[in-house]
C-alpha cells in the first residue's frame, strides 16, 4: 500500500478508505539533552518520521516501520514498542495524497530508543531529519531548575478558561499542581496536553478548528507539530517517563560506558526532574545494573569520574527493574 493505496468502504455519499500509516517517537540524548527525530512535512511543519504499511510488501508493522524510518532518516532503529493506535475523525496523514476518494487515516504509533544521537548532530543528521529537543516541544514538562517560567502564566490561563467548572478546574489543578496538596506527576503528559488541546491553548487545537486567532501562541512559546504528531509525542514521552521506574530502558539511551552523572543527567532529561544526587546513585547502585569498568573519564571539566557499563538482562522479554527517581524540589 502506498500513501495512495487503501482499503474502500462503500457509502451513501462514496468511498471512504481505511489508510494505515505508521509513525515513530525516537528519543536519544543529545548534549545532555532529551531529544526527539523530527522530518518536515512539505510545508515545513516538524514531523516524526511517518511511512505507510504496505500488506502485501511488509511482513509486519515494526519490520515496516525500522525500512522506512531508515530510508527516511538514515537511522537504524535499536529498541522497538507499540504505543497506540491513533485513528481519530478528522486526523490526516501529513503526507496523505489528494484525490477524490476520502480517506480516514490510521496511524500506529512506536516508541523506539537509540544511542546513536552522538554521530548526528542537532539539525545535521542526513536526510530529511534532525534531533529537536522535547522540551522545545513540551516546555510545561521540564521541571529541572523548579516550575518552568511559563508555568503561572499558562495556569492563569486554564484558570480562566474553567471559569466555574468545578471539573475542569480539578483537572488544571491535578495535571498542573496548582494545589498546595497536589504534587507534580511527570508521567501525566498526554493529559496535560489534551487539556492544552481542549482549552485551544496549542497550535494544533485552532488548526484543527479553523481558527485564526493566535493570541494564545506567545503565551507557551512551544513547538506545534504536524497532524496529531504532538499527540503522539506526548504519549511516547509520557510511557518512557513511566518505563523509567520498573524497567532499565534509561540504558537504552547511554553509551557502552557512561558515569553516573551521565546517568541521572539522562535521567533528568527524561524525567524533567532534579534528581537527588546521593539518593539516585544508591538507587542505581542497590539495582545490580552497573558495574564499574576501573577506567576514567577526563573530559568532566574537574575530577576524573569512574566508568560504568550496564550488566542488567536484556531489555526484550527479560525481567528487570528500573530506577528509582529521587525528586529533589
Do not use: C
Not at 138 to 162: I, M
Not at 163 to 175: M, Y
Not at 209 to 236: E, F, V, Y
Request: hydrophobic residues 35%; aromatic residues 8%; glycine residues 8%.
Amino acid at each position: 500500500m502506498t500513501d495512495g493505496d487503501m482499503t474502500n468502504t462503500q457509502t451513501a455519499d462514496g468511498p471512504i478508505g481505511v489508510r494505515i500509516g505508521l509513525s515513530a517517537v525516537i528519543i536519544a540524548m543529545h548534549n545532555r539533552q532529551a531529544a526527539v527525530l523530527t522530518t518536515h512535512t512539505p510545508d515545513g511543519a516538524p514531523a516524526l518520521p511517518f511511512g505507510p504499511f504496505d500488506p502485501v510488501k511488509d511482513r509486519t508493522f515494526e519490520l515496516a516501520l525500522r525500512d522506512f524510518v531508515t530510508a527516511q532518516t538514515g537511522f537504524p532503529l535499536g529498541f522497538v514498542e507499540q504505543l497506540y493506535t491513533f485513528g481519530d475523525i478528522g486526523r490526516a496523514s501529513p503526507r496523505a495524497a489528494s484525490g477524490p476518494v476520502r480517506a480516514r487515516e490510521v496511524s500506529v504509533g512506536y516508541l523506539t530508543l537509540t544511542r546513536d544521537s552522538a554521530s548526528a548532530p542537532l539539525g545535521q543528521s542526513g536526510q530529511d531529519a534532525r534531533w529537536t529537543p522535547l522540551f522545545d516541544i513540551f516546555p510545561w514538562e521540564d521541571w529541572r531548575s523548579g516550575p518552568p517560567a511559563v508555568l503561572h502564566s499558562l495556569t492563569t490561563t486554564l484558570n480562566d478558561w474553567a471559569g466555574s467548572d468545578t471539573r475542569k478546574q480539578a483537572r488544571v489543578q491535578t495535571l498542573f499542581a496548582t494545589g498546595e496538596a497536589t504534587r507534580w506527576n511527570e508521567e501525566r503528559v498526554l493529559e496535560r496536553y489534551e487539556l492544552l488541546y481542549e482549552a485551544d491553548l496549542v497550535e494544533e487545537s485552532r488548526r484543527d478548528h479553523h481558527r485564526t486567532d493566535q493570541s494564545q501562541s506567545l503565551l507557551l512559546n512551544d513547538l506545534p507539530m504536524a497532524s496529531d504528531h504532538r499527540r503522539i509525542a506526548a504519549t511516547g514521552l509520557g510511557r518512557l517517563r513511566s518505563k523509567l521506574k520498573y524497567r532499565p530502558v534509561l540504558f537504552d539511551l547511554m553509551g557502552e560506558e557512561f558515569t553516573l552523572s551521565n546517568l541521572q543527567a539522562a535521567a533528568e532529561a527524561v524525567s524533567g526532574l532534579s534528581l537527588h544526587k546521593q539518593n539516585f546513585r544508591r538507587g542505581v547502585e542497590r539495582t545490580g545494573l552497573v558495574t564499574p569498568t576501573g577506567r576514567f573519564a577526563t573530559d568532566t571539566g574537574g575530577r576524573p569520574a569512574e566508568l560504568f557499563r550496564y550488566v542488567g538482562p536484556d531489555n526484550i522479554g527479560a525481567s528487570a527493574s528500573g530506577l528509582t527517581l529521587p525528586w529533589q524540589r
